[in-house]
């Protein structure tokens, strides 16, 4: 028990365990750990309690990346709940990113679902705040948010490497999951957001994936940053991506979705295409593509909302298939 | 301030149980003082010193280490859009602290929620405000204890994986 005002202000760093140790053993991992460029994508959850609503989509998913993102009642929209969503992926026996937002449980809750997630099968987990309640579509639920993304991620560091709740009750197996956070560099205030992704990695990230990216040169100013600060070697950084279907699409995400910011030069060029749908993909492709060149960038996080063949698409003409064999990877 | 607080206090020490009546002076104090200053919630735990002298509890989210990825644009707030977003405050306030300013970038641990309505000053003094989770530790130390678990871990997962079949190629 620390009660020190120097333990409140933890500012302990931390060396990651070299690459060569796996601590997870999950497949982002050893894609990541062997050096390799990472392609994750997001699956929405269903409106169903039909789990071949799941197992349709992550088929589709499953032969062009390294690991699914089951998301959390993003948006706050309910859906089939992550946890759930993870269970039936790897009773199929495909990788999920655990995605757990603090918005609709607290630290008790949180903290058994890592277990029973673990339990399960889960090799990895991303730790989000979440969007508010206000974003949803039940906008009158009671907002939790007991724990924020930083402190979620270092709980689930101290039942990994420590095996204890936070309470300092002993766990009889630990969880070994592959921790994750996620960084929105496109949002206010900019130059705090490196220094604040130097946060997630001391409270114990070990991956990230950002929020959409749609400003090439705002990602490039941030990466810039990251990498003076050296963070590019103690962090896998994965860049989000996604295609917009239209300028009236990307016009209401701007407006509704949280922390999506879309530059008016690629609305305005949407707008002049002849199929916007089209070009739409085509500048996602292409940002893919800047996205590879930037220093410091270890993989692509690619979503698109409930269009998970579109999203297969995509990673095949961006050059990023076929994917990494497991053969290749137990090689080195 | 909270040294000078400190000081003040020190004589009276014997008469500061919690949820006595001093306590309730103090809240009231505080609530006064603080809630004009820093527009205070009473969280019982104040980190004024890290967060740029911005109470993060006037963040929805209660967040209080860092924003959210939600900020819009113009620097507001995801769900309170005419409210400024209180780490974009924070932020911009801790800049021209010399002395605190860099306290924003530490890692603070969960909130307390049982202090929530009690005195941050007299919870700071009697020590109750400093005490973290029981399990809550520094990774430093959590990688060291545990070096030896992690990589004899390794070798077992190799093991595991040797079968591991993705359907993904
Ligand atoms: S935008 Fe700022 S004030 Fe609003 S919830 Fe996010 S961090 Fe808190």
Same mark, same amino acid.
């Given at each position: %028990? ?6 409140? @202000? ?33 699956? @929405? ?23 699914? @993102? ?88 101290? %039942? ?73 070697? &103690? ?20 407006? @509704? ?69 497991? &053969? ?5 | ?54 109470? $993060? ?9 860092? $924003? ?12 309170? $859009? ?88």
């Amino acid at each position: %028990m620390q009660i020190s005002r120097s333990a409140r @202000n933890d500012t302990t760093f931390f060396v990651p365990p070299p690459s060569s140790n796996l601590v997870s053993g999950s497949r982002l991992e050893r894609v990541l750990k062997a050096g390799r460029f990472a392609v994750t994508a997001e699956l @929405n959850p269903p409106d169903s309690a039909d789990p071949q609503a799941v197992y349709d989509r992550a088929l589709v998913l499953a032969t062009v990346c390294d690991a699914i @993102n089951a998301t959390d009642a993003s948006g706050a929209h309910c859906h089939m709940s992550s946890v759930s969503m993870c269970a039936l992926l790897t009773r199929a026996g495909y990788e999920p990113i655990y995605q757990i937002s603090c918005r609709d449980r607290n630290r008790i809750a949180i903290q058994g679902d890592v277990l029973g997630a673990a339990a399960m099968g889960v090799k990895n987990v991303l730790c989000l705040t979440g969007d508010g309640v206000q974003a949803g579509d039940q906008p009158e639920a009671k907002p939790v948010f007991d724990l924020d993304s930083l402190t979620l991620l270092r709980t689930v560091r101290i %039942m990994r490497d420590a095996g204890q709740f936070l309470s300092g009750r002993k766990l009889d197996v630990p969880p070994r999951v592959f921790v994750g956070a996620a960084e929105n560099p496109f949002a206010p205030p900019f130059d705090f957001r490196p220094l604040r992704l130097q946060k997630k990695w001391q409270a114990g990230a070990e991956f990230i994936q950002t929020q959409y990216c749609f400003d090439i040169a705002r990602l490039r100013e941030f990466m810039q940053r990251v990498v003076d600060l050296g963070l590019h070697e &103690k962090l896998y950084i994965l860049v989000g991506v996604g295609p917009l279907r239209s300028a009236r699409v990307a016009e209401w995400m701007r407006t @509704n979705v949280p922390g999506v910011h879309i530059p008016d030069t690629m609305v305005e060029r949407l707008r002049g295409a002849e199929n916007q749908a089209r070009e739409g993909k085509k500048l996602c492709i292409e940002l893919i593509q800047q996205v590879r060149e930037i220093p410091g960038v270890r993989g692509v996080h690619v979503m698109a909302y409930r269009q998970e063949e579109l999203v297969a698409e995509i990673i095949d003409e961006a050059g990023l298939l076929p994917r990494v064999t497991e &053969k290749d990877l137990a090689r080195r | 301030m909270y040294d000078a607080t400190h000081n003040a206090l020190a004589p009276f020490q014997r008469w500061l149980k919690p949820r006595g009546s001093v306590e309730k002076t103090f809240i009231v104090a505080e609530e006064i003082t603080k809630g004009a200053l820093f527009n205070c919630q009473m969280c019982g735990q104040c980190v004024l010193h890290s967060t740029g002298m911005t109470c $993060p509890m006037n963040c929805p989210k209660n967040l209080r280490n860092g $924003p959210c990825g939600g900020v819009r644009a113009n620097g507001h707030c995801e769900i309170i $859009p005419e409210m400024r977003c209180v780490w974009v405050q924070a932020w911009e306030r801790s800049r021209a602290m010399p002395e605190y300013g860099n306290e924003i970038l530490n890692v603070l641990p969960p909130v307390n929620r049982r202090l929530q309505n009690t005195s941050a000053w007299i919870n700071e003094f009697t020590g109750i405000a400093q005490k973290n989770p029981a399990g809550w530790i520094g990774v430093n130390e959590i990688l060291m204890r545990d070096a030896n678990v992690i990589s004899s871990g390794a070798r077992n997962l190799a093991a595991d994986n040797a079968d591991f079949s993705l359907r993904s190629k």
